[in-house]
């Protein structure tokens, strides 16, 4: 059985953090992610979770970091200002590989900007925000019913791949109201979860591995010691600064998503069969674009619309193949270019890259849109 409800992309995602088994949240408020908080605050403790408004950013992401070691599924939420001051913890969980999920709800920046307008100006932040060589993976609903799917998957690959899972939405859609049908019971979706050792306590290394590249993870508590620090480590989970350490250590993170890439990338294909012309766009930006494409096809314009999911791994692959099959790019988004420079990274000359940036506090209309793929693709 299932219900269907008028909800906003922000309340989607509590549901779906609910439903994949969340039941640890620290945060603190800030717009346009207040309504996660809110809403998780009175259904948590309903469900035996728990939640915490911590005295900043800062320590909502290290109350999180805690609260995975102990084997909890856990979240927080935040915008912008907020996302800057959790990137130092954000490395943290990087190389001690625990398992948290972020949501940022973009909006205007730099600094305080415009806490209300809409905006994709985190996209580089989140993949480089905090310091160091490693990798993360960073998704982006384009709807309501996709922020519970995408907020399901985010757990999933955090559990699976020990990674902080950012998922990237914008003002757009964290404010919107869409139908959607959600479960009735949740407990019949599939619950993610860490990998546990199968040796006995006393012969458990805390980042040894297998041919998965993915450590096992017991919770603090359970009898099993390890040692979690930020430095580089070996598979005791002690500091280890050797040459030999640093590579092992700095490969292993890289290869553990490398590896699984077509498990993690995610990208939507809309009216693409026999198109000559390529929009893409994600989040927000792309919900005009699909009526701006159903526009220009009225007008005898063969484009289509590539909508990448997952934005961190970069769809390399797909992007590739797109580059030889249509004459020209289009990459629009709501920030003043920035996802366009990874396409014409990857497109390398071989079609031309055009950037369609909006930065004005709103997001391009259809009609908008149909003038930019007329003007572009002439």
């Not at 603190?28 to 403790?45: G, H, N, Q, R, V």
């Not at 996302?83 to 990087?94: H, I």
């Not at 620090?229 to 500091?239: A, S």
């Not at 198109?275 to 927000?284: N, Q, R, T």
């Amino acid at each position: 059985m299932s219900r269907i409800l008028l909800l906003q992309g922000n309340q989607a995602v509590v549901e779906g953090a609910i439903a994949a088994g969340c039941k640890f949240f620290g945060g603190y408020p800030i717009t346009p992610s207040t309504e996660i908080a809110e809403d998780l605050a009175k259904k948590l403790p309903k469900i035996g979770g728990k939640f915490i408004q911590m005295e900043d950013e800062i320590a909502s992401i290290g109350a999180v970091i805690g609260a995975s070691l102990t084997g909890k599924k856990v979240m927080t939420a935040t915008s912008g200002p907020g996302f800057s001051l959790k990137q130092e913890l954000l490395g943290y969980a990087c190389i001690a590989e625990i398992p948290i999920v972020i949501v940022n709800v973009q909006r205007v920046g730099p600094s305080t900007g415009q806490p209300t307008s809409p905006s994709q100006g985190d996209i580089m932040q989140a993949r480089w925000g905090t310091h160091g060589d490693h990798w993360l993976i960073a998704l982006t609903p384009g709807s309501v019913p996709e922020c519970f799917e995408l907020t399901i998957r985010a757990y999933a690959l955090s559990e699976k791949y020990r990674v902080p899972v950012i998922l990237l939405m914008d003002e757009v859609i964290g404010h919107m109201r869409e139908k959607i049908e959600l479960p009735d019971n949740y407990d019949e979706i599939p619950q993610p979860e860490r990998k546990q050792p199968t040796c006995k306590p006393e012969d458990f290394k805390a980042y040894a591995t297998d041919e998965s590249l993915v450590p096992a993870m017991p919770p603090f508590g359970s009898g099993y010691r390890w040692h979690v620090t930020g430095l580089v480590h070996d598979e005791t989970g002690f500091p280890k600064g050797t040459p030999a350490a640093t590579v092992e250590s700095t490969n292993r993170l890289h290869d553990k998503l490398y590896n699984n890439l077509d498990d993690i990338v995610e990208v939507e294909n809309f009216k693409m069969d026999d198109a000559e012309y390529a929009v893409v766009a994600f989040g927000g930006a792309a919900r005009a674009v699909y009526e701006a494409v159903n526009m220009a096809r009225a007008e005898g314009i063969k484009v289509g619309l590539v909508r990448p999911i997952t934005i961190w791994p970069f769809a390399e692959k797909q992007m590739k193949a797109l580059a030889g099959k249509v004459k020209h790019i289009m990459v629009h988004e709501l920030n003043y270019g920035q996802y366009v420079e990874e396409v014409q990274r990857v497109v390398a000359g071989k079609v031309p890259v055009t950037s369609y940036g909006v930065y004005n506090n709103e997001p391009a209309t259809p009609e908008e849109l149909l003038e930019k793929i007329k003007e572009t693709f002439k």
